[in-house]
């Protein structure tokens, strides 16, 4: 490679703040764009990441989880000896539209605007950004495998099938959730008591817009998810805040109100604590919607990765009551784009939801429903399962270690047991907001705890997402985030 290249490819400046909350983002962008543009092409070498981070001010660990990133999304390849060289080959229609996209500028209504600012206020999860990664690994499932099962079940597609849609989803792919159900989270039911949805959050917003009127009151998580708690205000429901201790929602400091119609809980791995509802507090909220006439959602997000111990079943499998709506998906059993998730309802909210879906029209395709049926007719969906829970507990290690070697007693963990994320609470007197800082200088995210509560009062502590990294950029993430820790802001590097 010529050494102008290596020249242009330094001289880049980086994106300003406003493009990319993190220096690892902007590094990540320049060299991408620069990609995309045609300014280094297929071949070209790229300097090192010693050579970069000298140029651009940030740390080498830093560009390492960069260069990483652009190789697990095929930009580059990196071969020990010879470097990182461009692999992408971009073609001179994509080249053009780049040039011709940037003469026109789109309009953003302040409606737009407002959202984009609402929505940008929370860190999302993203694949290979340390510590906001929580999302399925999509390097677990090979994409020949998931064609293959997609490609018999629409060999055996019939006629009817392509234009007559199942009112509640697919009957074979109700079977296989209802099976997997059955088997694995203690529920006894049939595939007629199965709805088929494009996600958890879907799932929800159909109870909601079923059983909500305005005023109405929902018990909800504190701290919680606040994505779905903004389901239930858009349907004008009021929230009531429970607070989260280490058995759950604590539902004697519920407010007494004869207005609540809902309550939501995550009890097998509570979403942020990651606290598992004791048998007592399921009991205890049974008891509560029975006498209250309320419902509770069950939202299972990620029961299927548990590392220590099978986790309790789930609440709907003790619903003697029938007033527990289950919720599940497999986006975070499969991939995050996969879009298929599904509903157990009580007799008489199923009717009530099942006509609602008919009014607002059926947005889940057949043959991705399809597909997974036929994933899921052999061992194919547990094979995976098994690879993706190991592969999480070994990462989930990995930043276990990486933190215990470099800042032990600085810090301590809870959560860990399960998920794609845990809970660490710095101990000391080390200030939230300078960890925050230290971490964004070196390219981590680090997500403050408090941005998941709203009247409890918590100490200081982050969530760490681990599950969509590579096994290099958790190792690398956690020692300088351990170096942080310790105070060693020189080595952090």
């Known amino acids: 490679m010529s050494k102008g290249r290596v020249t242009l490819v330094m001289e880049l400046p980086l994106p300003a703040q406003g493009a990319a909350a993190t220096k690892q983002e902007r590094a990540y962008l320049a060299i991408r764009d620069a990609i995309l543009n045609g300014l280094v092409q297929a071949g070209d070498r790229l300097p090192s990441t010693r050579t970069l981070g000298q140029r651009w001010g940030i740390a080498r660990g830093t560009l390492e989880n960069v260069f990483e990133r652009l190789h697990l999304e095929g930009y580059i390849i990196r071969q020990v000896g010879s470097g990182s060289r461009v692999s ?115 799932g929800i917003d159909l109870v909601a817009r079923c059983v909500l009127k305005p005023g109405d009151q ?96 789930a609440l709907k499998s003790i619903d003697s009551m029938q007033r527990v709506v289950y919720c599940g998906s497999f986006n975070q059993a499969l991939f995050s784009n996969l879009r298929l998730g599904y509903l157990l309802a009580p007799p008489e909210l199923h009717r009530q939801i099942l006509a609602l879906w008919h009014t607002v029209g059926r947005s889940v395709g057949v043959s991705e429903q399809l597909g997974l049926a036929e994933f899921m007719r052999g061992t194919a969906f547990l094979r995976h399962l098994r690879r993706a829970r190991l592969e999480y507990q070994v990462l989930r290690d990995i930043v276990l270690e990486a933190l215990m070697a470099e800042a032990p007693g600085r810090y301590r963990i809870s959560g860990e047991h399960a998920g794609f994320h845990l809970i660490l609470w710095p101990l000391g007197e080390q200030d939230e907001n300078v960890l925050i800082k ?28 681990f599950a969509a990294l590579t096994r290099t950029q958790a190792r690398s993430a956690a020692s300088q985030l351990g170096r942080l820790l310790r105070g060693d802001r020189q080595l952090a590097g």
């Not at 403050?448 to 009247?455: D, I, K, N, W």
């Open 438 to 465: 230290g971490a964004e200088q070196l390219g981590l995210v680090l997500q403050p705890l408090r941005q998941s509560c709203h009247q409890i009062k918590l100490e200081p502590a982050f969530v760490l997402g």
């Open 88 to 202: 992408a080959v971009i073609p001179d229609s994509y080249l053009k539209a780049v040039v011709d996209s940037r003469t026109i500028r789109p309009s953003q209504s302040a409606e737009t605007a407002t959202l984009s600012a609402q929505l940008g206020a929370e860190h999302r999860a993203q694949v290979g950004v340390p510590f906001i990664a929580r999302l399925a690994n999509p390097q677990l499932i090979e994409p020949t495998e998931w064609a293959l099962h997609l490609q018999r079940a629409m060999a055996r597609l019939k006629a009817e099938q392509m234009c007559s849609a199942e009112p509640q989803g697919a009957r074979v792919l109700r079977e296989q959730v209802a099976r997997y159900l059955r088997n694995h989270r203690g529920i006894v039911c049939h595939a007629e008591q199965v709805l088929i949805t494009n996600g958890i959050r879907h």
């Open 218 to 313: 929902v018990c909800v998580e504190d701290p919680g998810y606040a994505a779905v708690h903004r389901i239930f205000e858009r349907a004008g429901a009021e929230l009531l805040h429970v607070p989260i201790d280490e058995e759950g929602l604590d539902l004697h400091d519920a407010p007494r109100s004869i207005g609540c119609r809902l309550a939501y809980v995550t009890p097998a791995h509570q979403s942020p604590l990651g606290v598992i509802m004791s048998a007592t507090r399921r009991l205890a909220l049974l008891d509560w919607a029975q006498r209250q006439n309320a419902w509770i959602i069950e939202d299972d997000y990620d029961s299927e990765f548990n590392y220590h111990s099978a986790p309790l079943p």
